[in-house]
């Protein structure tokens, strides 16, 4: 069993090296889910059969040692004294391959569990999302504010909230899936969204923008222009920035499903959502990589809402909620 625990550990070094260094695309709820599942059954095995075998061969050792005090006794033969306690902890460890596999199970189980119907940790990569979110911004993921899915898969097994306009959403990158994309939900299935000269406009509805002060990007040392930004049945606010001197046209358009439902001119964009599906787009608008150039986002590549950011080791202000 050493040697078999000695491959399976390697294999998920190695696995886990592969993806670090670039060579594969990983997959961290697979391998959460084989780490559970691997380590689940050791678990079995050492709880029914490895620990009964232990705690036999404890039993024996008692046995054996009852018996001997008895014989030396019989023959008035003064017994040395053994250590059984000690004996009995040595006899009753767990070897290395049993610790580093069943030993681990709980940890492992609850992380899995956690991480797959409850909350999420993510890192914030890149400055689509500014004022927003910013570059480094550790945050939570509710998964199961859109229904409890099954891990790896993804398929939705518990319905719960639909996604709403103003949602900052999670999901799997429609033309990479193994990558976990973060974008604000502007357009639900039905929905007509139109982007014409920096002018968000959903179902012939614009949505109110009212100026703020400039936003100072503390990493590209520039200011931006700020705007609040309301959804059209005024409910919802959220700032965005939007550069005056970028041009409305939206460059290199992808191919995507459902893009004869796209209209794009040198103002922007008009499109209608398909049934199923939602348009995302970033609150940085000129420097967002999002629905208006690869496309809607399918029910089922949700992962969750995002709703909190818990950590910045920049900037401790960061910590807390936000729209």
């Known amino acids: 069993m050493s040697t078999l625990t000695a491959f399976v550990l390697a294999a998920f070094v190695g696995y886990g090296g592969a993806w670090y260094l670039g060579h594969i695309d990983g997959n961290f709820a697979l391998l959460l889910f084989m780490a559970t599942l691997v380590s689940g059954l050791y678990w079995l095995a050492e709880r029914f059969y490895f620990l009964p075998q232990r705690q036999a061969a404890v039993q024996a050792f ?3 040692q009852a018996q001997r005090r008895a014989e030396l006794d019989r023959l008035g033969v003064r017994a040395d004294e053994v250590d059984l306690d000690q004996t009995k902890v040595k006899l009753l ?3 290395w391959w049993l610790d580093w596999t069943a030993g681990l199970f709980p940890v492992i189980a609850i992380v899995f569990i956690l991480r797959s119907f409850l909350f999420e940790p993510f ?4 400055g689509s999302m500014i004022p927003t979110l910013l570059i480094n911004d550790l945050i939570l993921v509710n998964k199961f504010h859109y229904g409890v899915r099954l891990p790896v898969i993804n ?3 518990i319905d719960n909230h639909s996604p709403e306009r103003g949602d900052v959403m999670v999901f799997r990158y429609p033309p990479k899936p193994s990558l976990d994309y973060i974008k604000r939900v502007v357009g639900l299935p039905g929905d007509e969204v139109a982007y014409l000269n920096k002018q968000l406009t959903v179902n012939g509805k614009p949505l109110v923008q009212q100026a703020l002060p ?3 990007d503390a990493d590209a040392l520039r200011y931006s222009k700020q705007w609040e930004e309301r959804t059209a049945d005024g409910t919802r606010k959220y700032r965005i920035l939007v550069e005056a001197d970028r041009p409305a046209f939206i460059p290199a358009a992808e191919q995507f499903k459902f893009r004869e439902n796209c209209r794009y001119s040198t103002e922007g964009m008009v499109c209608k959502v398909p049934a199923g599906h939602y348009f995302m787009m970033g609150d940085n608008r000129d420097n967002s990589l999002d629905s208006r150039f690869w496309g809607f986002v399918p029910e089922q590549n949700i992962v969750g809402k995002a ?3 818990w950590m910045n080791f920049g900037n401790l202000k960061r910590i807390g909620s936000f729209d």
Do not use: C
């Open 62 to 64: 008692e046995d054996s």
């Open 93 to 95: 460890m767990q070897p």
């Open 123 to 126: 890192k914030i990569p890149s």
């Open 155 to 157: 398929a939705k097994i």
């Open 214 to 216: 400039d936003f100072f």
């Open 307 to 309: 709703f909190f950011v």
